[in-house]
């Protein structure tokens, strides 16, 4: 991390580098110029990191890209992420640390389409303002916020400054959670008080209703489009991503899913009956998970990208989800989490290559053989 800030600080010195409180305090003695933290005042550090932050890199696992993800949960413009993978088995992570100083390079000095090989636009139609994803000054304001040129990641999404331009932009789609209780009311992802209704968490993996503790298997009614599906009895439902695909749902059975396709999965874990399968269905498919009143547990749990929440779903109580939209009326791209991932392999342009294949084999050695090397 030290190494990473330092060649920051000396080859982009517009950028200010903000780190989680417990990091800044490690590391601020070892380096030679100051750096952030947010607000210990939780509240406080969101409102702030969703103002302040243009670009978030992260050194670590999937873990810490769901951690990143985390922290705008309840906003819907996320900064891009650039991730290094550092940890043992990542689905997420495209770059390796040692190639830190060519992909911060490529994300600062261009934009990148959204999705792989998106079209490009020409070098006469850049300007240099365009190249500063995390400058702030004028009271921490972006340079888009101050000009009408093509400035900040906002103006150039979507866009690439053409085939010279090895990163690209991959949009994962998120999940709009909400959790209600039996009369129908809205409330907190993380206590019990009402919220308003248009308050949104998202996330990135998945939500998961799980027995916890409790001896008994759960027994959650299950609705698509308001409809009545099934009354599940099952150790728990895990509803997700593409991305989380690869995670939780994959282990409990799930299709793995590539992150382009605009869709939400449905997973029961150990279903009492096999012939509950995996469900794929549309990204706009309202799904909503009910606790069924006969269950034998007084609560399950329930937890968003990981984190449970501080009280679990009562009998009679519901979460209710439904895919995020990523375009506007005008066709713009809008929401999700923006991942950095590569665009060429050995200096060569590799448009459309798709990395998640490569992935799915080296990871996972997809149909490997048994038993050979």
Not at 113 to 140: C, F, R
Not at 228 to 255: Q, R, V
Not at 260 to 278: M, Q, W
Request: proline residues 6%; negative net charge; aromatic residues 6%.
């Amino acid at each position: 991390m030290i190494e990473y800030a330092k060649h920051i600080h000396q080859s982009y010195p517009g950028t200010s580098i903000i780190l989680e409180s417990h990091a800044a305090v490690d590391v601020h003695e070892a380096l030679p110029f100051p750096v952030y933290a947010p607000s210990p005042n939780q509240e406080e550090a969101t409102a702030s990191l969703h103002d302040k932050v243009d670009l978030v890199s992260t050194l670590g696992g999937d873990g810490t890209i769901l951690h990143a993800a985390a922290l705008f949960a309840t906003t819907h413009d996320v900064p891009p992420v650039l991730s290094f993978s550092m940890g043992t088995l990542g689905f997420l992570g495209e770059w390796k640390f040692h190639e830190y100083k060519r992909a911060f390079r490529e994300v600062y000095m261009s934009g990148a389409g959204a999705g792989i090989g998106a079209p490009g636009i020409s070098a006469a139609d850049y300007t240099p303002a365009a190249a500063d994803l995390t400058q702030k000054s004028n009271g921490g304001r972006t340079p888009h916020e101050r000009t009408a040129l093509p400035t900040g990641w906002s103006s150039i999404r979507g866009k690439s400054m053409g085939s010279a331009r090895g990163a690209r932009v991959l949009l994962r789609n998120r999940l709009r959670v909400g959790i209600y209780d039996s009369a129908g009311h809205k409330v907190s992802a993380s206590a019990d008080r009402l919220v308003p209704a248009d308050d949104a968490v998202f996330a990135m993996n998945e939500v998961t209703l799980h027995r916890g503790a409790a001896p008994h298997l759960c027994m959650i009614d299950v609705f698509i489009g308001g409809r009545f599906l099934t009354s599940a009895i099952a150790d728990g439902m895990i509803i997700s991503t593409p991305t989380g695909s690869t995670a939780y749902s994959l282990s409990s059975g799930g299709s793995i899913v590539h992150p382009l396709v605009s869709s939400l999965l449905i997973t029961p874990i150990c279903p009492r009956s096999l012939s509950f399968r995996p469900l794929v269905l549309p990204a706009n498919s309202p799904v909503t998970l009910r606790l069924n009143e006969r269950n034998r547990a007084g609560e399950i749990e329930v937890s968003v990208d990981g984190v449970s929440r501080e009280k679990g779903l009562s009998q009679g109580m519901e979460v209710r989800v439904w895919g995020e939209s990523i375009k506007d009326g005008t066709g713009n791209w809008t929401g999700g989490v923006p991942s950095i991932v590569r665009g060429t392999v050995g200096g060569q342009d590799v448009h459309g290559e798709d990395h998640w294949v490569g992935g799915l084999n080296g990871l996972l050695k997809f149909n490997y053989p048994f038993g050979e090397d």
